[in-house]
């Protein structure tokens, strides 16, 4: 497939490949060059989800929350909501 790219650098993905890989307006693309070829693909966010023993487990970026804490006030919230 051949594109053509417009006076300010601009491509037209065609809605075919767009509706294939669920691109929609406002989506992010990751760019690749090496040498002289280009490739775009979906800049999805990275899996959270693990496997580790058999078991899934978040892996991502805590975002500086205190995971021992929070894991904390939860079990506090829930005790408290039980004994109600």
């Not at 294939?20 to 990751?30: C, F, P």
Request: glycine share 8%; aromatic share 2%; charged share 35%.
């Amino acid at each position: 497939m051949e594109l053509v790219i417009d006076k300010a650098g601009r491509v037209v993905i065609p809605k075919t490949v767009r509706d294939r890989l669920g691109l929609r307006a406002g989506d992010a693309l990751e760019l690749q060059s090496e040498g002289d070829s280009v490739r775009l693909r979906p800049a999805r966010p990275k899996t959270v989800l693990c496997k580790e023993h058999g078991l899934w487990v978040y892996c991502g970026d805590s975002s500086g929350v205190d995971i021992i804490n929070a894991i904390e006030d939860d079990r506090e919230n829930r005790v408290r909501d039980v004994s109600r």
